[in-house]
Nanobody, 116 residues
Framework: QVPLVESGGGLVQHGGSLRLSCVAS????????MGWYRQAPGKQRELVAS???????NYVDSVKGRFTISRDNAKNTVYLQMNSLKPDDTAVYYC??????????WGQGTQVTVSS
């Protein structure tokens, strides 16, 4: 098991910034990648950004140049720095880890609301 605890969501104006954090615990050594997904009302959950243990990073096209994912392995934490936020970024953001044997773990979600 890899429990995940997220923080950092909130309400921000169009063009503002937020930083999300996600701390992992438990079977840390089984983690292969960490990332962030989001789900807006009436839409499917989508990958926002992910980062493997080897440092390979993937972003959804809509956030490239605005969002930055990073990891602090000493703190078992993954961050998502979100700049130039838009109303379309409004969603519940979920931390995710992909671990050995195909296991996937999810945080409880944190709401991000961008006002126009």
């Amino acid at each position: 098991q890899v429990p995940l605890v997220e923080s950092g969501g909130g309400l921000v104006q169009h063009g503002g910034s937020l930083r999300l954090s996600c701390v992992a615990s438990g079977s840390i050594s089984s983690i292969n990648s960490m990332g962030w997904y989001r789900q807006a009302p009436g839409k499917q959950r989508e990958l926002v950004a992910s980062m493997t243990n080897g440092g390979r990073i993937n972003y959804v096209d809509s956030v490239k140049g605005r969002f930055t994912i990073s990891r602090d392995n000493a703190k078992n934490t993954v961050y998502l720095q979100m700049n130039s936020l838009k109303p379309d970024d409004t969603a519940v953001y979920y931390c995710n880890t992909e671990a050995n044997w195909g296991y996937s773990y999810w945080g409880q979600g944190t709401q991000v609301t961008v006002s126009s």
